[in-house]
């Protein structure tokens, strides 16, 4: 064919002119096997200029979480290229496209779809073809605003001290072995601070779970189990179970503590007559917030009846008359109105099942002193309060007939 073309390119005379006489054909190189991470596992970070032009040092460092069964990654596999030719005919064959090694990890697992998820929730990390996830968390050393805040699925363990401006989640427990300052720390369990907290009247600690400290000193706790401190001083501590001041001191001193099963502790205030608030049981808040539920439950309930009233009559009149376009656009919102008042109904139901176990929790709390209760402490259990204008001492308060009895501590 290549001859051809020239032959007939000397024999017309062909001059000055392109002329294809022999074509090849260009190789298609493939694609190599790639991964696809769906989550981001670099650690470190720049920091952030904020808009006031200070530079927030805290975004730094951070944990990547991952939740369990979340996808990790989609493997995708290598696309080998197609063969091309010279002008002279001659072969040219694509690179070959490599595959890479399979993920690999104790907590990851992999679908026929080569796509992984995790097994577990916790930290993850990848190093090279490798992923690692750990449900615990351990610092040796101190946290403050430089090294950042964490935010992490599974324990935290803190072999240090934990400064003001802090902010410490976990999905877990949370245990720090030294001093917690004016942080913020929120657990899904327990919280255990063996050296105790100085929360300069900013520190918060709340957990699902129960608090443990060796001393709470001008912090907000919120606990839905117990709270048990050596003593508590100047502090809001609410706990869904008991509080319990324990120990060589076992002191609550001034500030205010609600425990919703009881208190038990040693003394309650101090030769100085701090005001100490004391409460057991449900408070009149809850009471209130009890009925607020209820009456706004029995209102949507009517405004439900209502809707499906005018729902019933129309459908009716359509079956009669046949149903024109306002009336289909009319029965539509009403059953979107219907729609939201359920979901309303189904929260307040949820809102007064947790109340109504809190108030059920509460039935028989008592605050019971085992050492000496001081003046200017108020004793209250649910509705009833109780103001002491003299020491007593070895005196366990419970409520009876809407007021407050005092009984012997043996």
């Known amino acids: 064919i290549v001859v051809d073309d020239i032959m ?35 650690e470190k970070r720049e920091p952030v200029i904020r808009e006031d032009g200070s530079v927030d040092y805290a975004a730094m460092n951070r944990l990547i979480n991952v939740a369990e069964g979340d996808k990790i990654a989609i493997y995708h596999p290598a696309v080998q290229g197609s063969k091309g030719f010279n002008v002279c005919g001659g072969e040219i064959n694509p690179k070959y496209a490599k595959e890479l090694p399979n993920l690999s990890g104790k907590y990851i697992i992999k679908n026929d779809n080569n796509e992984y998820f995790a097994k577990i929730s916790g930290k993850i990390s990848r190093s090279g073809y490798n992923i690692e996830i750990l449900n615990l968390y351990e610092i040796n050393g101190d946290i403050d605003t430089i090294n950042g805040n964490i935010e992490f699925y599974g324990d935290i363990i803190i072999n240090g001290n934990v400064d003001s401006g802090v902010t410490l989640r976990a999905g877990r427990n949370v245990t720090v072995n030294g001093t917690v300052g004016g942080a913020k720390i929120f657990a899904g369990g327990d919280i255990v601070l063996s050296q105790g907290v100085q929360g300069y009247e900013n520190g918060q600690i709340n957990a699902r779970g129960s608090v443990y400290a060796q ?77 607020k539920l209820v009456s706004k439950e029995n209102k949507i309930k009517k405004q439900l009846t209502e809707t499906i009233s005018e729902m019933g009559n129309l459908l009716n009149i359509g079956k009669a008359k046949g149903i024109t376009p306002e009336q289909k656009d ?5 059953n979107s109105i219907k729609l939201e008042a359920d979901s309303e109904i189904d929260k307040i139901a949820e809102e007064k099942k947790f109340l109504g176990n809190k108030m059920m929790a509460s ?46 501590v043996v």
């Open 330 to 334: 009319r029965i539509r919102q009403l």
């Open 363 to 408: 039935t028989g709390a008592s605050i019971t002193i085992r050492g000496t209760v001081y003046r200017n402490t108020i004793i209250s259990i649910d509705m009833a309060v109780m103001a002491i204008f003299k020491e007593e001492q070895f005196v366990r308060f419970v409520c009876r007939n809407e007021g407050i009895e005092r009984k012997s």
């Open 215 to 291: 001393f709470i000193e001008y912090s907000n706790i919120k606990a839905g189990g117990d709270v048990r401190a050596n003593y508590i001083m100047n502090s809001n501590v609410t706990a869904g179970g008991m509080i319990c001041a324990e120990g060589s001191r076992g002191s609550i001193i001034g500030g205010s503590v609600q425990g919703v099963r009881g208190i038990d502790i040693v003394d309650a205030g101090n030769i100085s007559e701090p005001k100490t608030l004391l409460h057991a049981g449900f408070s009149e808040e809850d009471y209130r917030e009890f009925n």
């Open 8 to 42: 007939n390119m000397v024999v017309n005379h062909i001059y000055d002119e392109e002329v294809v006489i022999a074509r090849g054909k260009a190789v298609v190189q493939g694609t190599e096997g790639y991964y696809e991470f769906l989550i981001d596992m670099d």
